[in-house]
């Protein structure tokens, strides 16, 4: 079978903005997997599926990602190494973790490029807002119980002044809540969706390194989520999602096994 190809090859001196996916180097795109090995210049994330950087044994491998409370490389200057390395005529890739454009600051990388004269291209990512839960077995919607799904960032503490969200109209919005990076603030954040109307016992599933080998997810309730992740340890990367198919019983695993069972 010939596989239509959406990435044609990267043309020197332009920049292309790469989801890489969950995490699971299977997960990134094949037309992602294929820029990033046609690359001069990659700089890449922290959460970026980095296996996949031996198959661009030429070019110049640069880490840019940011550890929570730790070393990081400012986004000015991350605009600024695109820019440069793309002007110097090189074939340039930014390999980032999920989507570039789900809180991953594509856009205003993309932005920076644009005002430069930089030409760039966008190559879609899955994000880990939803294939997180999707392999936790939690599907963000469900046609008898839930008819959306909504995903914030909660790096950013609830009454905090940089903060735009609104905690207690999220909890009226009928949707599952899908919270990324949101370990920290998790109690504060609890509390104002209770606060919202939102009930304690509503379900609650905390994934934890998704799609990875090491991935787990805990099941517990609003009213608990705060000291449930505290005792677990929970450390970024998580995803929390708040809503009643988060208590759906699904075991892709053991599903599995019956189904070869059965056979």
Known sequence: ???????????????????????????????????VCQADVILYDRLA????????PAA????????PRGPYVPQERINELLVEHARAGQRVVRLKGGDSFVFGRGGEEWQACAAA?????????????????????????????VQGFTVVSGHVAPGDSRSVLDWGQ?????????????????????????????????????????SLPDQSVISTTLAEVADVMAAAEVRPPAIVVVGDVAGLDLDHTDAAARHHSDH
């Open 1 to 35: 079978m010939t596989i239509p190809r959406y990435a044609p090859d990267l043309v020197p001196g332009t920049v292309t903005l790469v989801g890489g996916g969950p995490g699971d180097p299977g997960l990134i795109t094949l037309a992602g997997y294929q820029a």
């Open 117 to 145: 004269g930089v030409p760039v291209r966008v190559i879609p990512g899955v994000t880990s807002s939803v294939a997180g839960p999707e392999l936790a077995g939690v599907p963000l919607t469900h046609r008898h119980m």
């Open 60 to 67: 110049e491998k640069i880490p840019v990602g940011k550890v």
């Open 170 to 210: 999220l909890a009226r919005c009928g949707t599952t809540l899908v919270i990324l990076m949101g370990v920290a603030h998790i109690k504060r954040i609890a509390e104002d969706l209770m606060g919202g109307g939102l009930a304690g016992d509503t379900p609650v599933a905390v994934v934890r390194e998704a």
């Open 49 to 56: 599926p980095q296996d996949i950087l031996a198959d661009a």
